[in-house]
């Protein structure tokens, strides 16, 4: 059975730096990858993802130059620098079990079959 758990959110000021990790267990090998977020009140948005097959990356405009998505052994890192207060949010990995993701495609909620709990990420002075 698939499950994925996020950790390394936290509370901090702008401008700093947080990493999350998103661990993803149940014996998937080749898979698509997407970091997602969600704001009270709001949808919840794409921020970055992962295509396994072709080794390509996306991310939403918000937070290019500023995030970086990685993947270690069953492991998906989201590095986030230079923090704003905008960014304050309920982050999620979500895997879709393809391992090429079209970038048409990969911002959208419908395309990821597995999610994790989420991680709060607060930026604030």
């Known amino acids: 059975q698939v499950h994925l758990a996020e950790s390394g959110g936290d509370s901090v000021q702008p401008g700093g730096s947080l990493r999350l990790s998103c661990l993803v267990g149940g014996g998937l090998y080749y898979y698509s990858v997407g970091w997602f977020r969600q704001a009270p009140g709001k949808e919840r948005e794409g921020v970055s993802c992962?295509?396994?097959?072709?080794?390509k990356t996306y991310y939403a405009d918000s937070v290019k130059g500023r995030f970086t998505i990685s993947r270690g052994d069953n492991t998906v890192y989201l590095q986030m620098n230079n923090l704003k207060p905008e960014d304050t949010a309920v982050y999620y990995c979500?895997?879709?079990?393809?391992?090429?993701?079209?970038?048409?495609?990969?911002?959208?909620?419908?395309?990821?079959?597995?999610w994790g709990q989420g991680t709060q990420v607060t930026v604030s002075s």
């Open positions: 992962s295509s396994s097959s072709d080794g």
């Open positions: 979500a895997v879709r079990n393809s391992p090429r993701m079209p970038e048409m495609y990969w911002d959208r909620v419908s395309e990821y079959s597995y």
